[in-house]
Structures are given as C-alpha cells and as structure tokens.
C-alpha cells in the first residue's frame, strides 16, 4: 500500500533528530516582552497533535515590578482549542481587530484558536501610553503602562488597543475603582501611573479534529502491518 519511502519520511517526520530535546514552557526570570514562554512544539507533526502544550490557568497579566513574563499560545494544527477569560468591564469594548472593529460587547471571552489559520493568544507584557491628568487636561500628559493582550482567531488578529483607550479617557488622583491609575496605598504602580497587579484566569478544553483521529489511526495501523511484514 505505501512504499518504503513513505515509512522512512514517516519516521523521520515524528522524530527528524533524535538527538533534538524538545524544551518545555519555564519560568525564568529574564523572561522579556520579545523573549516570551512560547508553546511551539519542535516534535513532528503527529505528535504535536496528542501531546498537550503548556496550558496555564492563571497567569500574572499585569506586573509592577521586575521583568515581565510574557505568555504566548500558537495553537497546533489539527487540535480545536478552546479558551475562556473575562477581563475588566472597563477595558473589553477596547479589544479590536486592525480596522478597530471591536471583537465583542461584554468582558467575558470565549476563543476558539485553530493552526489552520494561525491562532494564537498572548499576553503579560506592559505597553505605556501617553494620557492626559483629568485636572489638568490641557498642561499635564503622563505615561501609564498597561497590561498586554493580543491573539488571533480564525485568522483575524485582534488586541487591547490602549491608544485608542488612551483617547477617551483620562487619569485622575483619586479615582482608584477600575484598578489603574496613580499609586496608592497598598496598590503600587509600575513608574507615575499604570495598571495595579492584577491575574488572569484561564480555562482550556482540547479536541482533536476527528479527521486527524482517522488519519493518525489509519497510519498507526499500516504501520502495524508494515512490521508484521517484515518479521
């Protein structure tokens, strides 16, 4: 049915160097914004379908001190992943696409990432922008660093769009309830203003395409005859 080539790419395609180590997600502190803990898989095709990847249901979204640790999912081809998050009322309506199209109207997020178009999610890093001082709108502008978020789903790519938050509102003394702004007692800020500390919850659910399934048991077994032969 399939010649011997076809085995010997086979092999080699679920393990081209045996030599290679395959690196798990780590946590390390040095840990930068363009150095993230990365998902990709270096195992080959088959394999990156069954074996689950670095899933986190919690992770550090927003820090005000030390190196940020910046997660990022790429979603494996053949495998649907499911992802649920809410983030803060306040700051939904600002995750959009590239024409500024916002990707939904309430806070509570439900992807579904797939490697056919590409998906993928990350988030942990900061990005400052420029806000003017609500008592002082026309003299005072200062840098608040936020927390970052972006991902891609059916090949769209969408992100917290802090500019265009930066636009339409304003920092304030005093205005603490929405969890950023200028320091306060027991909430820290990372330089003048920004984001408080802050987690996010993350929930995962995997299915594999039953077509892969098909595929994947189809190959196992011609393979399985494959060396009944040869004995």
């Known amino acids: 049915m399939f010649g011997n080539n076809f085995w010997t790419n086979l092999k080699?395609?679920?393990?081209?160097n045996p030599n290679k180590v395959s690196h798990r997600a780590e946590f390390r502190s040095e840990l930068l914004e363009n150095n993230p803990v990365d998902t990709t898989e270096t195992d080959g095709f088959?394999?990156?379908?069954?074996?689950?990847?670095?899933?986190?249901?919690?992770?550090?979204?927003?820090?005000?001190?030390?190196?940020?640790?910046?997660?990022?999912?790429?979603a494996p081809r053949g495998v649907i992943t499911k992802l649920n998050f809410k983030l803060p009322k306040q700051f939904a309506?600002?995750?959009?696409?590239n024409q500024g199209n916002p990707y939904q109207d309430g806070n509570n997020f439900d992807l579904s990432l797939e490697g056919d178009t590409g998906d993928y999610f990350?988030?942990?890093?900061?990005?400052?922008?420029?806000?003017?001082?609500?008592?002082?709108?026309?003299?005072?502008?200062?840098s608040v660093s936020f927390p970052t978020l972006a991902?891609?789903?059916n090949g769209v790519n969408y992100s917290l769009n802090w500019n265009r938050f930066a636009q339409v509102r304003r920092v304030a003394k005093g205005a603490f309830d929405?969890?950023?702004?200028?320091?306060?007692?027991?909430?820290?800020?990372?330089?003048?203003?920004?984001?408080?500390?802050?987690?996010?919850?993350?929930?995962?659910?995997?299915?594999?395409?039953?077509w892969w399934l098909l595929i994947g048991g189809g190959l196992l077994l011609g393979l399985l005859s494959k060396m009944k032969d040869t004995r």
């Open 46 to 74: 088959f394999p990156k379908i069954f074996k689950k990847p670095f899933m986190p249901t919690k992770w550090k979204w927003f820090r005000t001190s030390g190196v940020p640790k910046v997660y990022r999912f790429n």
């Open 12 to 16: 080699l395609g679920i393990n081209s």
């Open 93 to 97: 309506p600002f995750v959009v696409d």
């Open 178 to 210: 929405e969890d950023w702004g200028y320091a306060r007692e027991g909430n820290p800020t990372f330089g003048v203003a920004s984001s408080y500390d802050r987690d996010i919850s993350l929930t995962w659910n995997r299915s594999i395409k039953w």
């Open 151 to 153: 991902f891609r789903e």
């Open 122 to 142: 990350t988030i942990g890093g900061r990005q400052s922008v420029i806000m003017r001082d609500a008592d002082n709108p026309l003299s005072k502008s200062v």
